[in-house]
């Protein structure tokens, strides 16, 4: 299969993740949902450890190796999680508030928060065409912002558009970060994906601590125990949906002809499938005006991606 076409699966990967994270934190308790999903996650990843450590040479795939690491590397992969794990409990909060057509749509704009970063940390500087590409992702953003207000969903004031907010900008940090560890670190994807997936476990547990204890105390009911956890399957498919995406996303970006800026398009596009499912199978309102808001973010990503 060509890289284009490895990319469009990870897009549709991520959009059912988008929509599988949405089924299960819907009206349950969104720290021990996060527990569960990071938890999978690390058992996937941890039979590929034990398996590197005591017999590197008979795994089967490079994309699959977990090289043996130092403590000061250990130490930047625990950075990522702690980074990741806050980006999630964002999001994750922000998805159990608002619909996913609204959250989805705030999280596709992680490119412009990224040069964004790029630009004042980095000392990188967008294109001419990133800056059209910039112009328009802030002009969809404001149209969105008015097209949620007929749902009662305020950009200035709602804090579950504030938390998502928040998680795209952490997102876009960890993005920066993935490029130091990857390119000045030299830590292979396989090893930086299986290592943060097995830290983000006790990164998770005490946030699971604060809701049982709030919750036999009854003070906040956004983290207590009233705000009952209810078992649903979807919670398993979180991170393998993930790992998937990404297992898929390192595949098409190691074929040698591959382009970085169309994947990094192709598979923005799975905004689409977390938008269509929030119309269609949640209920969701206002169809047309957010799909033209949801079509001119990604024109606007393509051009800060292709500008690039």
């Given at each position: 299969?060509?890289?284009?076409?490895?990319?469009?699966?990870?897009?549709?990967?991520?959009?059912?993740?988008?929509?599988?994270?949405?089924?299960?934190?819907?009206?349950?308790?969104v720290?021990?949902?996060?527990?569960?999903?990071?938890?999978?996650?690390?058992?996937?990843?941890?039979?590929?450890?034990?398996?590197?450590?005591f017999?590197?040479?008979?795994?089967?795939?490079?994309?699959?190796?977990?090289?043996?690491?130092?403590?000061?590397?250990?130490?930047?992969?625990?950075?990522?999680?702690?980074?990741?794990?806050?980006?999630?409990?964002?999001?994750?909060?922000?998805?159990?508030r608002?619909?996913?057509?609204?959250?989805?749509?705030?999280?596709?704009?992680?490119?412009?928060?990224?040069?964004?970063?790029?630009?004042?940390?980095?000392?990188?500087?967008?294109?001419?065409?990133?800056?059209?590409?910039?112009?328009?992702?802030?002009?969809?953003?404001?149209?969105?912002?008015?097209?949620?207000?007929?749902?009662?969903?305020?950009?200035?004031?709602?804090?579950?558009?504030?938390?998502?907010v928040?998680?795209?900008?952490?997102?876009?940090?960890?993005?920066?970060?993935?490029?130091?560890?990857?390119?000045?670190?030299?830590?292979?994807?396989?090893?930086?994906?299986?290592?943060?997936?097995?830290?983000?476990?006790?990164?998770?547990?005490?946030?699971?601590?604060?809701?049982?204890?709030?919750?036999?105390?009854?003070?906040?009911?956004?983290?207590?125990?009233?705000?009952?956890?209810?078992?649903?399957?979807?919670i398993?498919?979180?991170?393998?949906?993930?790992?998937?995406?990404?297992?898929?996303?390192?595949?098409?970006?190691?074929?040698?002809?591959?382009?970085?800026?169309?994947?990094?398009?192709?598979r923005r596009?799975?905004?689409?499938?977390?938008?269509?499912?929030?119309?269609?199978?949640?209920?969701?309102?206002?169809?047309?005006?957010?799909?033209?808001?949801?079509?001119?973010?990604?024109?606007?990503?393509?051009?800060?991606?292709?500008?690039?």
């Amino acid at each position: 299969m060509t890289w284009i076409g490895l990319s469009a699966i990870s897009a549709v990967l991520l959009g059912f993740y988008d929509v599988t994270k949405k089924i299960a934190v819907r009206k349950n308790a969104v720290p021990i949902v996060l527990l569960i999903s990071v938890s999978v996650g690390a058992a996937i990843w941890m039979p590929f450890i034990c398996w590197s450590t005591f017999s590197p040479t008979s795994v089967p795939h490079p994309i699959l190796k977990v090289d043996s690491l130092s403590f000061a590397e250990h130490g930047l992969l625990l950075a990522k999680s702690i980074l990741v794990g806050a980006s999630w409990t964002f999001a994750f909060f922000a998805l159990k508030r608002l619909p996913l057509s609204i959250a989805a749509p705030i999280r596709s704009t992680s490119p412009f928060w990224t040069i964004a970063m790029a630009s004042l940390v980095l000392g990188e500087r967008p294109t001419g065409t990133q800056w059209i590409g910039i112009v328009i992702v802030l002009l969809a953003f404001w149209a969105f912002s008015a097209v949620s207000l007929r749902e009662g969903v305020s950009f200035k004031t709602d804090r579950g558009v504030a938390m998502m907010v928040a998680a795209t900008i952490l997102g876009a940090l960890s993005s920066i970060y993935d490029k130091y560890l990857l390119q000045t670190a030299m830590i292979a994807p396989s090893t930086v994906q299986a290592w943060f997936s097995v830290y983000l476990v006790p990164v998770m547990v005490p946030m699971a601590l604060i809701w049982w204890r709030s919750g036999r105390k009854n003070k906040d009911r956004e983290l207590s125990v009233h705000a009952l956890f209810e078992w649903r399957w979807a919670i398993l498919g979180i991170s393998p949906l993930l790992l998937a995406a990404d297992i898929v996303y390192f595949t098409a970006l190691a074929d040698p002809d591959a382009l970085v800026s169309v994947i990094s398009v192709v598979r923005r596009c799975s905004v689409v499938i977390a938008f269509l499912f929030g119309i269609r199978a949640l209920g969701e309102a206002n169809f047309w005006p957010k799909a033209a808001c949801v079509v001119t973010i990604l024109c606007g990503v393509a051009l800060l991606v292709l500008g690039g």
